[in-house]
């Protein structure tokens, strides 16, 4: 039995690390991996690209005061209208789509953290 257990546990930290590295692999070539795409997808939030470059979701925010903060800024691949707060500059360090009820959701370009 304790055999089959550590035969088990050994597969599942195997994946996790095949995770971990695809993840930073992604990152490292400045694209959007598996876990973000999930968490997107989850959350119900478009798939938004600009000049073939995929956006990396950071979530979604409520608020009619926001709302009234948001100016376009462009528009993605597929036609969507992409907002930026006044006052920030081109590119802006957050991108957000406007959705249904006072809600948007935030992008961001995918960058690595070391050059933020």
């Not at 000049?51 to 009619?64: F, I, N, R």
């Not at 903060?69 to 406007?98: C, M, Q, R």
């Amino acid at each position: 039995m304790k055999k089959k257990r550590w035969i088990k546990s050994a597969i599942f930290i195997l994946f996790i690390s095949i995770l971990l590295l695809s993840e930073f692999m992604m990152l490292s070539s400045q694209k959007v991996g598996l876990i973000n795409t999930s968490y997107r997808f989850i959350s119900g939030a478009p798939h938004i690209s600009t000049q073939g470059q995929t956006l990396s979701y950071q979530g979604k925010m409520h608020g009619e005061d926001f709302l009234d903060n948001l100016e376009p800024y462009s528009t993605s691949d597929d036609g969507t209208t992409l907002y930026k707060a006044f006052g920030t500059p081109v590119p802006p360090p957050w991108i957000y789509v406007k959705y249904e009820n006072n809600t948007v959701f935030r992008y961001k370009y995918p960058r690595l953290p070391w050059k933020m």
